[in-house]
Each structure stands twice: as structure tokens, then as C-alpha cells.
């Protein structure tokens, strides 16, 4: 991925129902000094300023880059649950969760000023609240239930296809790999139907399986929202794959 846009600087953010206010990003809400101020301290850990369970919008008016044939790709390296609207309109995530970074996919909106609006919750609606804010992302002896976006914020240009990710799955003499493939969506019923097949290793021999394929380890790809083309996780050849 190439870089093409920091969106590192002061963003309009709101808490709730309440006032705008400025911060600056990438920061949690507790740097900046928002958020509702921490119950005394504790002696049995360290306390914060302030502290903040809700959904936090942040927004901000950009002009995104326009480059003909390749793609416009948002990262928010690190966040909470995190959604996307662009001028008021929901952006599908292409890829997030709480430990890798959120992408969301721009390019229909390249050359334009738009308002960017990240909405951040740490409450988790949908997901297993308990067990997120019980485990060590989020308690207030370890990283505490922090709101904001960390790490890199920033708009990439990529090329129309790339590999998005890789899993190799052993099995004796047999390799098994699943790839996902970040597709453009005009062109994924042009893939849908492609598979790919492990090279045999030194002795050994592959998966059978070829473009189309169905017999044993071959598996197409199935189209699966925003543009991404995934391998089924689990292959076809009756063996489960090791934990990723």
C-alpha cells in the first residue's frame, strides 16, 4: 500500500448527545481531556482522568486524493468497535477488530471534499461486552476501556487487486492454503470461480484441485461483501485446519 493522505491532526468529536469539542488524533479521549471524571483513587490500582463508555463520533471535512485505476483505502490502525459513514452514508468495513487494524474502502468518493465521520464504541453493541472488558484489551489494571484511534490514520492508494492475507494449513503430506483477496466488487464475478493450489512440497504432493475445481483440497472463491473475494475457511478435503 501506498500512503497518499495523512488524516493525523484536529478532528471535530462528539460524546453523546453533548457539545463538540476539538481533539487531536491519533489520541484517546482521556488525552485529550474529555470524557467524565474518574472515581478517586484507588489503592488497589492506578485510576484515570477521565473516563468514557459510549459512542464517540469523530469527524472531519477532507478533500481525498483521485488516482484513475487504483483504489482509495482508509486505515484506522487501532480502535474499539469501529463504523464509517462518509457524507452521512454507512462505508462496509472491509476488515477490523479490537487487535488488527480497521480498512474501509474510499474510492467511489475519490477527487471529492467529503465529511469523514468515524463513530467509536466501547460499550460493543452486537459483540461479547463481558468478555472483552473482562480480558487484558480492556480492564483498568492493563490497557483500560480506552475510546479514541491510535496508531496510523490515513488514506492509501493500492492497486485494483492484492493479497490480503495468507493461511497455510499442513497436513502430512498434503499443503492446504486459504487466500483472501481484496477484489475489486466489478470484478468479482470474474474470480469467483478461480482457485488456487498449493505447490507440492520436495517428496511430496499438492492438494488436487484447479480452476473450478471441487474434487478434495480445490476450492473456489466465494464473493463475500465490500468487495472481497475469501477462500471457504475450511477445506474441502475433510481435514480441519490448525487455529490461524
Not at 83 to 111: C, H, I, K, M, N
Not at 122 to 128: D, E, L, S, T
Request: aromatic letters at 6%.
Amino acid at each position: 500500500m501506498q500512503t497518499t493522505m495523512d488524516l493525523s491532526g484536529l478532528w471535530e468529536v462528539r460524546l453523546g448527545d453533548g457539545a463538540p469539542a476539538t481533539v487531536h488524533l491519533p489520541g484517546t479521549l482521556e488525552e485529550n481531556g474529555l470524557g467524565e471524571p474518574e472515581t478517586p483513587a484507588l489503592e488497589s490500582r492506578l485510576t484515570r482522568r477521565f473516563r468514557w463508555e459510549g459512542e464517540a463520533v469523530f469527524s472531519r471535512e477532507v478533500t481525498l486524493p483521485d488516482h484513475p485505476g487504483r483504489r482509495l483505502i482508509l486505515e484506522a490502525e487501532r480502535a474499539r468497535q469501529l463504523r464509517l459513514t462518509v457524507d452521512g452514508q454507512p462505508v462496509p468495513t472491509l476488515q477490523g477488530t479490537l487487535s488488527t487494524p480497521y480498512l474501509f474502502e474510499l474510492t467511489r468518493w475519490a477527487g471529492r471534499r467529503v465529511r469523514l465521520c468515524l463513530l467509536s464504541d466501547n460499550r460493543y453493541p452486537g459483540w461479547p461486552r463481558e468478555e472483552i472488558v473482562h480480558a487484558s484489551a480492556a480492564t483498568d489494571e492493563t490497557q483500560t476501556n480506552w475510546n479514541g484511534l491510535l496508531g496510523r490514520l490515513c488514506v492509501h492508494s493500492v492497486a485494483d487487486f492484492w493479497v490480503r492475507s495468507v493461511r497455510v494449513y499442513p497436513h502430512g503430506r498434503t499443503l492446504d492454503a486459504a487466500v483472501d483477496l481484496a477484489v475489486p466488487r466489478q470484478a468479482r464475478s470474474a474470480t469467483a470461480n478461480w482457485c488456487w493450489k498449493a505447490p507440492p512440497w520436495p517428496g511430496r504432493s499438492a492438494c488436487s484441485g484447479g480452476t473450478g475445481s471441487r474434487n478434495r483440497c480445490g476450492r473456489g472463491f466465494a464473493p463475500s461483501g465490500a468487495g472481497i473475494c475469501r477462500l471457504p475457511p475450511r477445506p474441502r478435503c475433510g481435514r480441519k485446519p490448525a487455529a490461524p
